[in-house]
């Protein structure tokens, strides 16, 4: 199975997601990812590039990765070891992202061994950190384009598996496909499975064992081990097991010699644990084996224990309820999950918590011993791209501790998320929980882009066995699609990843703030003034061009002048978010198109048109100005074109004026004799047409003119999302004085046809001189 993503671009700051499901054995045995880019690093010296901007590719289990929710992929990004080839050793994705520096070509190779199966996502940045979400003002730098090729690899045999599908698995599942139990003693069930295994060879065997539900132990232990097996001193017998992937004796999650005592899994997850039995001798049992004395059998026996009726927890008498996953109509919370209970409404997107604690303690005693009540709920598939909301609230002090963990009962020692109280919150390195508004009155954590799966939800709390206490506590546990509402600073977006078969939502972000959800300040008041004042200010250059040609009475050109100065104020007044005249689209429409209008406008001032063709230009200017403004008003080359525009206008009106003087040379008929002369006059009139353009500007202007533009080109390719505020102040202050200058420049309006009369006139009598001596 392979699929191949086409060419995709990355934009400065831009981000995209890709999601990779590996299917269980035998189905998936290797992965591999093929992807070629144009990025160029120099990994001899990367540690000298800024970090935040550095083009990198992540990969994280069940969700999409975020590189800038914490410190910990930023800290531990691999910047070293890595050839230019292959990139391999990826492991332990269940529980952290990593990140990688993009190069221009990286394999990356996956065994069933380093991955385990499930759904994985892979995020490629064009630099992060908490400015990736932050509208910008400006957007340039570096953009890089990829493509990539992934292909995974599965066996063809049902019962062997493995990275080489050289490894025989025996699926002890199988037996008993509709998980039900053997036994069941009182709130406890039993569920056994056996196998005898006799070995002359040194054998390792290898079983599956499929956990359904959330279960209180997995217990593996050996009997009837044959007596010639027993009295050897030297035998023992090794058992690996690992969750959702093969063990051997270095990757594995737990290890014993179930020969002396019985592996214990306590709160194991819930999906497929896979066993390794290996047995050990010294060199005398070899020799026995070799010789035939010694065939060790033993019978291996996996019991799984689990509670009912509602049960869980230590000896099966805490509560455990499984919360519905409802429907609710709203623009952010697509699903609330509550009891199924009748005093719980199904419009209701919370209900009240004490109804359903448990009423039994550790040791059953009173005052305050604690228990534990425990709410399952399953994520669907699809929902990798949301996030998970669980918020208590209270008029009294919370005494509770809220422990989260994927596919297994939590408890103090095993969890993937966990909050106690403000006093003493536990250490959650996981970069996807955060928490919000937390007191000793609320509870308030999202887990962002949680693994589709069940979740278990464990509260431990102290026990009232009085049953005194009233209903004062809401729980309320959603899926949302953007976090603490982007915090009131940024508005809800979503996107598709390239692969096409998920979407994930995301917070866009204001000009003032950043991070995942919005809630990073990246300005402050005191520098969002100054901004302000920069940027709006700085349009009050366009009174310089504005008053000369209003002194010249040139008063189209004056209104475009005061029109664009005003309008670029009052769309970097509503860009910086000081105020908002007209919506932000119509503002920066306006900004763009008068500022484009305003260079052609300067253009076709120094030219010789008559004032029909004046506002014929104009008029034209205007439509194409419009498109462009309208397309894509942002674009670096929009600026370029306009240029073009009007150098192009201003050309073609001394080249009407040349070509209006050449049409009016006349030479008598049979003068062919006389070429020399013609040439002569030729050359003549095209010195006097150069020497009226000369006069016709005053050239200290012109170089005056030509520097500020100069600054103003500096300025442009200067800006960046960072110093955009100053650099875009000076090119206001730039262009508009350029335009003052050039204005200025214009030392005449009388036609050049008056300038060069008397060179006419001078060349008339001569010519006719010249026939008169004929």
């Keep these: 199975m392979s699929y191949v993503i086409s060419a995709t671009n990355l934009k400065p700051y831009d981000w995209r997601y890709s999601k990779v499901e590996l299917p269980p054995p035998p189905f998936y045995a290797s992965a591999s990812i093929e992807l070629s880019s144009d990025v160029n690093l120099n990994l001899q010296h990367i540690d000298k590039y800024p970090k935040m901007k550095l083009p990198i590719i992540c990969f994280h289990f069940g969700g999409p990765p975020l590189p800038d929710v914490s410190n910990t992929a930023m800290e531990d990004l691999v910047l070293n070891d890595l050839p230019s080839g292959s990139v391999g050793d990826i492991q332990n994705l269940q529980n952290e992202e990593q990140c990688y520096p993009l190069q221009e070509m990286m394999t990356f190779k996956l065994s069933s061994l380093q991955i385990t199966p499930g759904v994985y996502y892979i995020g490629l940045f064009n630099g992060f950190g908490p400015t ?43 037996e008993q496909s509709d998980g039900r139990y053997n036994e069941t003693v009182e709130s406890i069930a039993y569920r056994n499975y056996s196998r005898t295994i006799c070995t002359q060879n040194f054998d390792v065997n290898a079983y599956a064992l499929t956990v359904m539900e959330a279960v209180e132990q997995v217990r593996i232990r050996v009997k009837n081990i044959s007596e010639a097996s027993r009295n050897s001193s030297e035998f023992s017998i090794m058992l690996y097991a690992r969750y959702n992937a093969l063990p051997d004796k270095i990757l594995y999650d737990y290890t014993t010699d179930i020969s002396e005592d019985p592996l214990v899994i306590q709160l194991p997850r819930a999906g497929v644990w896979y066993f390794a039995i290996e047995p050990v001798f010294k060199s005398n049992v070899q020799e026995g084996m070799q010789k035939g004395k010694i065939e060790p059998c033993y019978l291996v026996e996996w019991e799984v224990i689990a509670c009912t009726q509602e049960k869980e927890g230590s000896n099966c008498t805490w509560k455990q309820h499984v919360l519905q996953a409802n429907l609710y109509q709203n623009q952010n919370i697509p699903i609330v999950y509550l009891p199924d209970r009748e005093n719980v409404s199904s419009e209701s997107v919370d209900f009240y918590l004490e109804p359903y604690l448990s009423k039994s303690s550790y040791g059953n005693g009173h005052g305050s011993d604690y228990g534990w009540t425990y709410f399952l709920l399953y994520t669907e598939q699809g929902t990798e791209g949301y996030n998970t909301h669980i918020q208590l609230t209270s008029d009294t002090k919370l005494s509770y501790g809220l422990y989260v963990r994927f596919g297994g009962l939590p408890s103090l020692d095993m969890w993937d998320y966990s909050y106690l109280d403000q006093t003493s919150k536990s250490n959650n390195n996981n970069s996807m929980f955060k928490l919000y508004d937390t007191s000793q009155e609320g509870i308030n954590l ?157 253009f076709v001032y120094l030219t010789i048109f008559s004032e029909t063709a004046k506002r014929t230009i104009h008029t034209a200017a ?38 209006t003087r050449c049409k009016s040379f006349s030479f008598p008929e049979g003068s062919s004799s006389r070429i020399t002369e013609r040439w002569r006059s030729s050359k003549d009139q095209l010195l006097g047409l150069m020497m009226a353009i ?64 008397p060179a006419a006139a001078s060349y008339e009598l001569t010519r006719q001189e010249s026939m008169a001596g004929v």
């Design 622 to 659: 205007a439509i194409i100005t419009a498109l462009l403004a309208e397309s894509g008003a942002t674009r670096s080359n929009n600026i370029i074109i306009v240029l073009s525009i009007g150098a192009l206008a201003f050309l073609i009106g001394w080249l009407i004026q040349l070509c």
């Design 446 to 602: 999202y887990i962002l882009y949680p693994t589709a799966g069940l979740w278990i939800i464990g509260l431990r709390h102290p026990v009232d066995l009085n049953n005194q206490s009233s209903p004062r506590t809401m729980m309320t546990i959603s899926t949302e699609y953007w976090p603490n509402q982007c915090s009131g600073h940024g508005t809800r977006a979503y996107n598709d990843d390239l692969s096409k078969s998920a979407d994930y939502s995301y917070c866009s972000c204001d000009r003032n703030h950043g991070g995942f959800d919005c809630s990073v300040t990246l300005l402050s008041k005191a520098e969002q003034r100054l901004q302000a004042i920069f940027l709006i200010a700085s349009n009050a250059a366009a009174l310089l061009p504005a008053f000369k040609v209003l002194q010249q009475k040139a008063f189209a050109e004056w209104v475009i002048f005061m029109s664009s100065g005003i309008s670029s104020a009052l769309y970097h007044a509503c860009d910086v978010g000081s105020w908002c005249a007209l919506s932000y689209s119509t503002l920066q429409f306006m900004d763009f198109w008068l500022s484009f209008l305003a260079v052609v406008s300067t």
């Design 694 to 757: 000369y006069r016709y500007f005053r050239w200290g202007y012109v170089l005056l003119g030509l520097i500020a533009m100069s600054m103003a080109a500096i300025s442009w390719t200067k800006e960046d999302s960072e110093t955009y505020w100053i650099w875009h102040s000076i090119w206001h202050i730039s262009i508009y004085t350029s335009g003052f200058f050039f204005i200025c420049s214009k030392a005449k309006t009388q036609n050049v046809d008056n300038q060069e009369a």
């Design 132 to 174: 990736r979400t932050q509208s910008k003002m400006i957007n340039r730098g570096s953009v890089y384009s990829f493509t990539a090729k992934i292909t995974v690899e599965g066996c063809l045999h049902p019962r062997m598996w493995g990275e080489y599908c050289n490894r025989a698995v025996d699926d002890l599942s199988m």
